[in-house]
């Protein structure tokens, strides 16, 4: 069961994370919260949402608002979706399917990530709304067109492709928290971080009682479910190259989204590829420290697709006023994942739902002190941006 979250306790994104890092152990919270390197772009992609200025409408009326996007023909009633977030049962028991299920109440899209610890065909049934599935080449050729086909049959309505993972960016707080270690499970190398999983009873009672450490349930050898190990090497072994597209593309035979682009170079590439959406993405500042944060980037992009393909982006969102800025700046909605994430590992599906509804009221406070009753009217006139940005 999830656990309660007070809303007076818990008003923005921050409290739910400092929440998660009550309940979860070391390692976990800082899985979820940490980025690569030195942290640089972590911190921008946060940032620079105070670079961009709103430019409000007064005196208008805007008694409702109404936040349907519809993204790949699809309507949805929030303007965010929510991003795969890898190895997330590990936050809470069966957390890919709770987090589906919360997002299908709200009336928006989950996307799962291959490196999830619950079979695809549950977190697909858990939810009520629309999923999407998204795609590592972790196995090989012929696991990941196994995979894919499972997908298609189970429903889920686009295949992401995520292309920003060469190898695995230098994430120095696992390495600080004994990864490596705890995954060799040898005792001797385990015993010295062992004690941050003690110091959390309940979150290790429920860990242990979802079965302890979890296999990737989507990514089937041929002796099982491929078993929890080190994700760098294994993506080193599995990148996607754009020559890949077109077996991907003829296994799927539906919507692809590319996830990664963060050049217009790269997103001209993916709609040349058969991209019918790209997502403006650093990986959530996780793989190369130095960037710049997303929604810099994002005008750029969008002049490159220059309608060829929507544009969603992802990458520092903690607000509803954060979501605002990047649709006014063209994306078509946006990704959350640690604003979620936090929520999940807080308190289960209850945190997850906390997320949701704290973004959804930011975002419907900031567009009536907007004077914009729709998402989908909001545009460029709403904010003033960097001339720079404007000009890449």
């Not at 593309?249 to 001209?268: E, L, M």
């Amino acid at each position: 069961m999830s656990r309660t979250v007070s809303p007076p306790r818990i008003l923005n994104i921050d409290d739910l994370r400092r929440q998660a890092r009550r309940r979860l152990p070391r390692v976990v919270f800082d899985y979820i919260d940490g980025g690569a390197e030195r942290e640089v772009t972590l911190a921008e992609n946060r940032r620079a949402y105070d670079d961009v200025l709103f430019r409000p409408r007064s005196a208008v009326a805007t008694a409702a608002c109404d936040l349907s996007v519809e993204v790949l023909g699809t309507r949805l009633e929030l303007p965010y979706i929510l991003a795969p977030v890898g190895s997330s049962r590990l936050f809470y028991p069966r957390g890919e399917a709770v987090a589906a299920r919360a997002a299908g109440e709200a009336g928006t899209l989950y996307i799962l990530s291959t490196l999830s610890g619950c079979r695809l065909e549950d977190v697909r049934t858990a939810t009520r709304g629309p999923a999407w599935y998204q795609l590592y080449l972790v196995g090989g050729r012929d696991v990941a067109l196994q995979t894919i086909a499972r997908a298609k049959s189970a429903g889920y309505g686009a295949l992401v492709v995520t292309i920003d993972t060469p190898v695995s960016g230098m994430r120095e707080r696992d390495f600080r928290n004994g990864i490596r270690e705890l995954l060799t499970g040898n005792p001797v190398k385990m015993l010295p971080h062992v004690g941050q999983f003690l110091a959390r009873p309940s979150w290790l009672a429920g860990y242990l009682g979802d079965g302890g450490l979890m296999r990737f349930a989507n990514v089937i050898l041929p002796d099982g479910p491929m078993p929890y190990a080190d994700v760098g090497a294994m993506l080193e072994q599995s990148m996607v190259s754009w020559d890949d597209f077109s077996w991907i593309r003829d296994a799927w035979g539906g919507p692809i989204v590319v996830k990664g682009a963060h050049t217009a170079d790269d997103a001209r590439r993916a709609v040349d590829a058969g991209a019918a959406a790209v997502v403006v993405s650093n990986h959530g500042a996780r793989q190369l420290d130095g960037v710049a944060p997303t929604i810099r980037v994002l005008p750029e992009v969008v002049a490159a697709v220059g309608g060829r393909a929507e544009v969603l982006l992802d990458g520092g969102i903690r607000s509803g006023s954060d979501i605002v800025k990047a649709l006014c700046l063209g994306a078509r909605a946006v990704l959350i994942g640690r604003a979620y994430a936090y929520g999940l590992g807080a308190a289960g599906g209850a945190g997850v739902t906390r997320a949701i509804d704290i973004l959804r009221a930011d975002v419907i406070r900031t567009m009536k002190l907007l004077g914009c009753g729709e998402a989908r009217a909001l545009d460029g006139s709403f904010v003033r941006a960097p001339r720079e940005w404007l000009e890449s």
